[in-house]
């Protein structure tokens, strides 16, 4: 149902940038300066950055997802560094372009020009900066050494002054597509979908049945799977991108590392999604390892639909159907506002219903709400309950805005953040989703103190 005050927009896209480059030449110190933000450990210690960090921060009208990445250490057989230099190896995989870091009192060595070969190999830009330059004026000598490594001018840098970024973030936007592109590509009407869960839960053949062809190897032992997979489909309901992942495991049952790295392209996979479609083993129920799953969606702000498989293997009664969705809402208590489905992918029963959920909850995900129609909203919540107070003193809200959708998000500006109680969050996120309905959304809620302009 369509309420007056409500439109839909679409957001501008991420562009995924990756920072990488040999432990210790300030990766992580130029990430933080970028993002504003001490996101990223810094340390004097080669290796701390071991996981792929990410940021999403602006530039030039543009979203950038930053990746700060570990270290590449080509010839290391250490097994941490081993890890490292994969997790590097997937942020290339990913980027649309290629932040080189290099170290100017290290000079270039053997390492950079093994990283650089690694590089163009990708395809991807690349653009080249010397770091740990914090003199101004003319770069040093050993500056020009690096041209030797053939990817064009490199850029003077100091990462702990901040003294180039700019120039490295003005290169970037050189690289993307012109903004009038990259609005057209963003309103093409295709959905992304990220098909997430535990092995063996039955995401392959779930994209099989939709599809109707044999586009994925499925078999029945876990972990089948390793890459995040794109299949593309058009058809009545829309146009639609489903990304296959592979079974997101425990960590301490990852024994190798195509295991290991299939978790993260699984996250990865998450980041490019407008949808996640959360299939659950019908007799296993929703586990624990599920409930991760879930929050990898949930965090990142994604719709979410949960979809109950091998629902035909289950014995049901009248009572079934009700007593399994109590269960898996008290299982995934935070993610009570996305629908439930079940399937079975053997036999194709209710898989076409995906659709239309699927174009629901990305709807919601898009809704945006006039500040006036939120602000009748919210003096209509706080007539029917007073918001709390603490010895003598009570919260005063004095207005709301949406700032931003995918997820819809809502900023409460008040007298004192420390008397805005959860209970009280929740309630006003309940009052939202019983009017505007945001099904299949998570919604983020901003609480800000008048005067409070962070």
């Known amino acids: ?58 530039y030039a009208n543009r979203k950038l997802m930053l990746i700060d990445t570990g270290g590449i250490e080509t010839s290391s057989k250490d097994e941490m560094l081993k890890q490292m230099r994969i997790q ?39 653009i080249l900066a010397v770091n740990k330059i914090d003199s101004i004026g003319e ?27 700019s120039d490295i973030l003005d290169k970037v936007i050189e690289y993307l597509p012109d903004l009038s592109d990259d609005e057209e590509k963003e309103d093409d009407g295709v959905i992304r979908v990220a098909v997430i869960g535990k092995p063996n839960a039955g995401k392959s053949s779930i994209i099989n049945k939709i599809i109707g062809e044999e586009r994925l190897i499925v078999s029945s032992v876990p972990g ?38 299939s978790v993260l392209r699984a996250k990865m996979a998450v980041e490019r999604a407008d949808v996640c479609l959360l299939i659950v083993d019908a007799e296993e129920g929703v586990t624990s390892q599920d409930e991760k799953i879930a929050g990898i969606a949930h965090n990142a702000g994604k719709a979410t639909i949960i979809v109950i498989n091998k629902w035909d293997l289950i014995e049901k009664d009248e009572k079934t159907t009700d007593k399994y969705k109590k269960d898996v809402y008290i299982a995934l208590s935070y993610m009570t506002y996305a629908p439930l489905l079940f399937v079975s992918a053997k036999t194709g029963q209710r898989v076409t219903k995906l659709f239309e959920l699927i174009n629901k909850v990305r709807t919601s995900s898009q809704i945006r709400v006039t500040t006036g129609m939120l602000n009748d909203v919210l003096n209509d919540a706080m007539a029917k309950a007073q918001p709390p107070s603490d010895k003598g003193k009570r919260l005063k809200i004095y207005y709301m805005t949406q700032s ?51």
């Not at 940038?17 to 300066?33: D, Q």
């Not at 969050?425 to 609480?447: A, Q, S």
Request: aromatic share 10%; with cysteine; hydrophobic share 35%.
């Open 1 to 58: 149902m369509e309420v007056s005050g409500i439109c839909r927009t679409n957001t501008m896209r991420k562009h995924i940038i990756a920072i990488v480059g040999r432990p210790n030449v300030g990766k992580s110190s130029l990430f933080n300066k970028i993002t504003g933000h001490r996101i990223s450990i810094v340390e004097d210690t080669p290796g701390v950055t071991r996981d792929r960090i990410y940021y999403e921060t602006e």
């Open 88 to 126: 590097a190896e997937i942020a290339i995989e990913h980027a649309e372009v290629i932040i080189f870091l290099t170290d100017i009192q290290s000079g270039m060595v053997a390492a950079d020009v093994e990283i650089a070969r690694q590089l163009m190999r990708s395809g991807k830009p690349i």
């Open 139 to 165: 770069p040093p000598p050993e500056f020009y050494e690096f041209y030797g490594l053939g990817l064009g001018d490199p850029i003077a840098l100091s990462a702990l002054h901040g003294t180039g970024s």
């Open 224 to 261: 089948t799977t390793r890459d995040a997979i794109d299949a593309t489909l058009a058809n009545e309901f829309g146009k639609y991108v489903f990304i296959d992942t592979a079974g997101i495991r425990r960590q301490s049952k990852v024994e190798d590392n195509i295991e290991y790295y």
């Open 404 to 454: 931003g959708t995918t997820p819809p998000t809502f900023v409460c500006f008040c007298n004192d953040a420390e008397l805005f109680h959860f209970s009280y969050v929740r309630y006003l996120e309940n009052t939202l989703r019983d009017i505007f309905g945001f099904e299949g959304t998570p919604i983020k809620m901003i609480i800000r103190q008048k005067g409070d302009e962070s």
